[in-house]
């Protein structure tokens, strides 16, 4: 059975000058932001900042009182809300399973009310719970509170994906619970969230999670947006003394367990690497000109490895081919963590990693200037 | 006797309470006049229904259901109204219709506190039924009036005994299928 959705897939989510007032109090004040499609974006601040407020903007269980909200340039004023919450996943942080329904009625509640059959349901509440490491003949058939907390998160989660949306609401889905299960919880969702590749909107007050998790960051502060941001640029340039105490920025070399290497490589061009067939001649004339002290020799697929002044010099002088003096480097791509790409260099006795993104280089990656910018 | 009038009793008192529910302007009105209702005497009760439904089964039906509503429509409308607001607001965050909430969640999770108003309705019934035998309703009620009446003491305890006994055997009933409600629906576990 096909699901009807409102849209496939999320391109954007635009909030634009949402208000809302609650009394004489702002729950949000003037908000702008922008999801792209297919990123993490978190929301993150202290309690009555205003991000519950404004992630309910999007499913319309809240109405602001001035603004819009569109998901891919339509207004979600004009859908019917019950159509539009079911085309949006939503995870709280109390979970709220139903205490009267089984696992498998709890997660397959939507798709019975959408008129699917015993059937479908069943198998596609099995395909759920095996996603998220739940064995569904033992869980099937429970019901809430016999599961502990860390299971119902993810029987909520199992039901949050069951009708397939396109985007995902999380309001600290993961605040209830213990901190060992928290980061279990954190590795398996991102695994999760790379498989499906969806759009989510993340609220949390936990830091280092924001960073785990959030492609992009968005901090808020009594009902406003104070800054929104990869960790990167947040760490590096915050806007005010909040934000950089709230993204520790004083310290930033403990946050070189959630950067990532993306965040710190120098950029790199195709145009800067040398060709493994190059002669050293014409190798030494393009680093010259170009200021290199050093450059990357690659092909079209394949890396061969890097090569310093001193090295073209030698293989000119002796005549011989540019790969023999070729000397291997650590490869990476950006989303390593800075912490096991430092591992890496270390046990090679590097100083400098190659950054690939689909086989093209994106940057370079200094030990040194990694050190030197975390503290 | 006793059945039908449970039967109307709760299906008349649940209907109630979804309805106060769905329309709270008219919660205070109903559930007042229900209250007023339960405060007349029983016996007074019979007596005014008498010109209405004559003697017989029927007005002390009609007496038994007007008594158990008030209990049932009560709690019907107490639990659907007190509801944790977190199931609600998952279930509307879901996608649920309000219709859908109010069936597939609030009437769900009610089901303790409504069986609940239907033990009491249970009592209710049996008394007023028992009292019916005033009025040429006929069953135990009969005979204990009977017994009354010429003042024999052996039929008086013998009766009396009975319908004791039926009380408690359906209460206890009706308490084991409100316990094994709680177990299922209830949301303080």
């Known amino acids: ?375 | 006797m006793f059945l039908v009038a449970l039967f109307f009793s709760i299906l008349i008192g649940v209907f109630i309470g979804i309805f106060t529910y769905r329309n709270p302007k008219f919660a205070a009105p109903v559930l007042n006049g229900l209250n007023v209702v339960e405060s007349v005497p029983d016996v007074a009760l019979l007596v005014l229904l008498l010109p209405i439904f004559g003697i017989g089964t029927e007005p002390t039906i009609v007496a038994s259901i007007l008594y158990s509503l008030l209990p049932i429509a009560r709690n019907t409308y107490t639990g659907l109204s007190n509801v944790p607001r977190v199931y609600i607001e998952i279930a509307e965050a879901l996608g649920l219709t309000q219709r859908e909430v109010l069936f597939q969640v609030r009437f769900p999770l009610s089901l303790p506190l409504i069986a609940g108003g239907i033990r009491i309705a249970v009592v209710f019934t049996m008394g007023v039924v028992t009292l019916g035998g005033l009025i040429a309703a006929g069953g135990l009620g009969a005979a204990l009036q009977n017994g009354i009446q010429l003042y024999d003491m052996g039929t008086i305890l013998v009766t009396g005994a009975w319908v004791g006994f039926l009380a408690v055997l359906l209460d206890g009933i009706a308490g084991i299928i409100e316990s094994t409600l709680k177990a299922r629906y209830g949301t303080w576990s």
């Open chain 1, 1 to 375: 059975m096909t699901i009807k959705k409102l849209f496939d897939r999320v391109d954007s989510v635009r909030l634009e000058n949402i208000t809302k007032k609650y009394g004489e109090q702002f729950a949000i004040k003037n908000l702008n932001l922008e999801i792209q499609g297919g990123e993490l974006l978190i929301l993150i601040g202290r309690s009555g900042s205003g991000k519950t407020t404004a992630l309910r903007t999007i499913n319309r269980l809240i109405e602001p009182d001035s603004g819009t909200v569109s998901i891919n340039g339509a207004d979600v004023r004009e859908f019917d809300s019950v159509r539009l919450r079911r085309n949006i996943g939503y995870v709280i942080q109390n979970i709220g399973l139903l205490p009267h329904l089984r696992i498998s009625e709890n997660v397959g509640l939507l798709l019975k009310l959408e008129g699917w059959n015993e059937e479908e349901i069943r198998k596609r509440v099995r395909d759920l719970l095996t996603l998220v490491s739940l064995p569904p003949e033992r869980f099937m058939d429970r019901y809430p509170h016999e599961l502990s907390g860390g299971q119902q998160q993810r029987v909520g989660l199992a039901r949050a994906m069951a009708m397939d949306p396109p985007l995902f609401l999380m309001d600290e889905p993961f605040g209830a619970l213990d901190p060992l299960l928290r980061t279990q919880l954190q590795d398996e969702f991102f695994k999760i969230k790379k498989e499906l590749g969806r759009t989510i909107v993340f609220i949390t007050h936990d830091i280092n999670e924001a960073f785990r998790l959030g492609d992009r960051i968005a901090i808020m502060n009594n009902a406003e947006l104070i800054q929104v941001g990869t960790p990167e640029e947040l760490i590096f340039s915050p806007v005010s003394d909040l934000v950089s105490e709230i993204v520790d920025s004083k310290r930033k070399y403990r946050h070189i367990d959630t950067l990532k290497v993306g965040d710190m490589m120098q950029p790199l061009a195709r145009e800067d690497t040398l060709d493994p067939g190059m002669s050293a001649e014409s190798a030494l004339d393009l680093m010259v000109r170009k200021g290199l002290e050093f450059a990357f020799v690659m092909g079209k697929s394949e890396v061969s490895g890097r090569v310093c002044l001193n090295d073209v010099l030698k293989a000119r002088t002796r005549g011989i081919e540019l790969k023999e003096v070729t000397r291997a480097l650590p490869l990476f791509s950006s989303d390593t963590t800075l912490i096991e790409a430092l591992a890496k260099l270390k046990s090679e006795g590097e100083s400098m990693g190659l950054v690939l993104e689909d086989n093209e280089p994106a940057g370079v990656l200094f030990s040194d200037r990694v050190l030197q910018n975390l503290i």
